[in-house]
């Protein structure tokens, strides 16, 4: 038979719990494995954030990136959720998506007040990545955000954009909003399909 | 203690336990969507995870909780009660495709340069009462041509204690065994009574049977040079951190080029950017890159 007897593993045995020296060193390390180690073991340290958003900005292994990434939405602060916010800006779209994503993933309280601002920045992309990330984000300011959004945005790519996250977000009283969009830019065919879509949604037709 | 099963049709009418009419509807709603049937007797079955589900989203009243069902735009929650409708359904070669995809390419793949006698690791994680390991191994001993040209391991895994050591045991009823051929029954298993059937002592040895979170770091990095690791229908009971958490650390488990197998409804592209997933005739599978 070809099958045979596995060492035996022990999952209440700490593995690699003798293993000493600082985490944030290791971030430097040559070896990609080594700085995934790093940012694993970072993942509970406020006082990483700093070196791990250094880091991020360097860091072109997409393993070790994701496990940056992963660590800054594991701590979860104010400050964390502020490292992440300057690379919605990179040109690197894999970056972009990572932070787009791990902004989602903390908690709506710290997220927004990081996330907000960006809705006033003068780069049309930056707002439209507000918008879609404030669409996910559970917080009560979200319908007040992004009506704002559709009442004074000049790009109707960031005024379509808060328009899809107000109907993911599936809340009725979104519509009125929605259609407001109508008044503002009423030449526009996608805008009155994307108000038409809105009223099907919000009325289960 | 008497069961909420023991009752007629309940007056609380808008909370779990599910009062008759809410039960039908209930069913109704899941047979539409999901093609799952429950009778009258398995209406404690479904009451119970309908309250922990309702529990779980800060829901309190049955009504309201349907609508999240039906009207909820990612099906997510739909997803999540049909996983604890179906978790205890689990029998041997179940998903078969994927055993399928295994012996018909994936470890083809893993082994290609590597010498005779090397070690090859495939790892069940959530192997709860032992089906999908045992159906592993013997689809290897039956399906997988150079089967006698490496020295496999297998690993098994779960966070319930309980589960583990009925998987260690090997005792299995009829239902269990409904998809495996008789032939492979009469092979594998020895007959215990009308009712039940023990795998064989060496399939049994052949196995390691651990407990462990896949949720802790420490207990994790006990795994290193899997080549295909099974999480299938796991994984949907944690939350996005959480999965993506669990993505990594599978990441590090493998070895380079190794695979992931996932339960059919679920995608590791919605949960982690670190893996390639690979389609192959009888299924995808999330590969780990070679650098």
């Known amino acids: 038979m070809a099958l045979v007897k596995a060492r035996k593993i022990d999952g209440a045995k700490p593995a690699g719990a003798a293993e000493g020296g600082d985490p944030l060193a290791w971030l430097e390390d040559a070896d990609p494995a080594r700085r995934r180690q790093a940012a694993h073991a970072l993942g509970d340290r406020p006082d990483a954030v700093p070196a791990l958003s250094a880091r991020l900005t360097r860091e072109e292994d997409p393993s070790v ?4 990434l992963t660590a800054l939405v594991r701590i979860g602060t104010a400050a964390a959720a502020a490292a992440l916010v300057p690379h919605l800006a990179s040109e690197d779209v894999g970056l972009r998506n990572g932070v787009i994503e791990s902004l989602q993933q903390m908690p709506a309280a710290v997220a927004m007040p990081e996330v907000a601002p960006l809705l006033t920045a003068a780069d049309s992309d930056l707002r439209i990545f507000a918008a879609q990330l404030i669409g996910k984000l559970p917080h009560p300011d979200r319908l007040d955000l992004l009506a704002g959004v559709i009442d004074r945005d000049p790009h109707v790519n960031v005024c379509l954009s808060a328009v899809e996250a107000l109907m993911e977000g599936g809340d009725p009283a979104a519509l009125p909003v929605v259609e407001r969009l109508s008044g503002r ?3 526009d065919p996608f805008v009155a399909f994307s108000v038409d879509a809105a009223r099907r949604l919000f009325s289960g037709a | 203690m008497s069961l909420p099963s023991d009752k007629g049709p309940s007056d609380k009418g ?9 039960y039908d509807a209930f069913c109704r709603f899941l047979r539409e969507r999901t093609g799952l049937s429950f009778t009258e007797a398995k209406r404690y ?3 119970r995870r309908v309250s922990e589900r309702m529990a779980a989203v800060g829901v309190e009243h049955v009504r309201q909780y349907l609508n999240l069902l039906r009207f909820q735009a990612s099906g997510e929650e739909l997803q999540l009660l049909v996983n604890r409708m179906t978790v205890n359904e689990t029998y041997f070669f179940r998903e078969l495709y994927q055993l399928d995809c295994l012996v018909n390419a994936a470890l083809d793949e893993v082994v290609r340069g590597r010498p005779p006698g090397s070690r090859v690791r495939i790892w069940s994680a959530g192997c709860a009462t032992g089906e999908e390991p045992y159906s592993i191994a013997i689809t290897l001993l039956e399906r997988w041509s150079r089967v006698d040209e490496f020295e496999i391991e297998l690993y098994a895994s779960d966070i319930d204690s309980q589960v583990l050591a009925r998987a260690r045991e090997g005792i299995y009823e009829q239902r269990s065994l409904q998809a495996m051929p008789r032939d492979l029954v009469a092979k594998y298993f020895t007959r215990l009574d009308d009712q039940s059937w023990q795998i064989m002592e060496e399939l049994r040895d052949s196995i390691d049977f651990s407990l462990v979170n896949i949720a802790d770091p420490q207990q994790m990095e006990n795994f290193r040079g899997m080549d295909v690791i099974f999480c299938r229908n796991l994984l949907i009971y944690f ?5 993506r958490e669990a993505a990594s650390m599978f990441y590090d488990a493998l070895s380079p080029n190794g695979f992931i197998c ?3 409804s679920e995608s590791m592209s919605r949960m982690s950017s670190l893996f390639v997933p690979r389609r192959f005739p009888d299924a995808i599978l999330y590969q780990k890159p070679q650098s």
């Open chain 2, 239 to 243: 939350d996005d951190l959480g999965r």
């Open chain 1, 185 to 187: 830019f009423p030449d």
């Open chain 2, 45 to 47: 079955f479904v009451d």
């Open chain 2, 14 to 22: 808008d909370t779990a336990g599910l009062s008759a009419a809410d």
């Open chain 1, 65 to 68: 990136r994701e496990t940056l």
């Open chain 2, 262 to 264: 996932l339960g059919h």
